[in-house]
């Protein structure tokens, strides 16, 4: 079967620096996407990656293992405003019907 | 200029009712997703329609039936509403089914 497995809550402090780690069992893998979600709101996109090594995008890297189905998102110099839930995703195939599975989500709180 | 619409974003209802929700996007994407999401927050995708063809349909009741009139339109009907169908309904586009995805507002239905 496929499965993500993400943490449910981290807590981390105002200023730090914090990792968010996402381990996937899939049937084929077409990449690897990361969403960030406040509370009631809509996903919005952080990141893709579909090769190993890190992706930068400011305060926010990427990192994949397709060897070892593991991806974890940096989130440097945390502000309040990135309390939020972060999403794992992974496309498992290849087909036009390939579909997008989504992890729980990390319930992410920035104590000042 | 909003890229991915829903309407209405909040719906209350009587269990048995009939209601759809109207999804729009400007994007010029070729595909679009409903997803629902529950209290646990877990995104789960019902369907997935590319060109205004259906290419992904979950394990979904029949009650509920998307209809695609062009690319950049997928609604959503649910007959005979039940308790369980309370949940956030976001709908999605992107250029391809292995692409990034960008979600809508949401839509709050509350069955009571």
């Known amino acids: 079967g496929q499965n993500i497995d993400q943490p449910t809550e981290m807590t981390a402090t105002e200023g730090a620096i914090v990792q968010i780690n996402c381990t996937y069992q899939?049937?084929?893998?077409?990449?690897l996407f990361w969403y960030q979600q406040h509370a009631g709101e809509a996903p919005t996109f952080l990141s893709y990656?579909?090769?190993?090594g890190l992706e930068e995008k400011g305060r926010f890297s990427s990192f994949l293992s397709r060897s070892k189905g593991y991806s974890y998102l940096l989130l440097k110099e945390l502000q309040m405003k990135d309390s939020a839930s972060y999403l794992c995703?992974?496309?498992?195939?290849?087909?036009?019907?390939?579909?997008?599975?989504f992890g729980s989500g990390t319930r992410l709180s920035i104590r000042p | 200029d909003t890229a991915v619409s829903q309407t209405p974003k909040y719906l209350v209802t009587q269990m048995g009712n009939d209601k759809s929700i109207k999804c729009e996007q400007n994007?010029?994407?070729?595909?679009m997703y409903w997803y629902k999401q529950d209290s646990k927050k877990f995104l789960k995708i019902m369907f997935s329609?590319?060109?205004?063809?259906?290419?992904i349909n979950e394990t979904v009741p029949n009650r509920f039936s998307p209809k695609s009139p062009d690319k950049a339109h997928l609604n959503l009907h649910i007959n005979s509403l039940e308790l369980g169908d309370s949940a956030v309904y976001f709908c999605?586009?992107?250029?391809?089914?292995?692409?990034?995805?960008?979600f809508g507002p949401g839509t709050r239905l509350l069955v009571l």
């Open positions: 899939t049937s084929g893998f077409n990449g």
């Open positions: 995703a992974v496309i498992p195939g290849y087909s036009s019907a390939s579909k997008i599975i």
């Open positions: 329609y590319n060109n205004k063809e259906l290419i």
């Open positions: 994007l010029g994407h070729d595909t």
């Open positions: 999605a586009s992107s250029t391809r089914t292995v692409e990034t995805q960008y």
């Open positions: 990656n579909v090769l190993d």
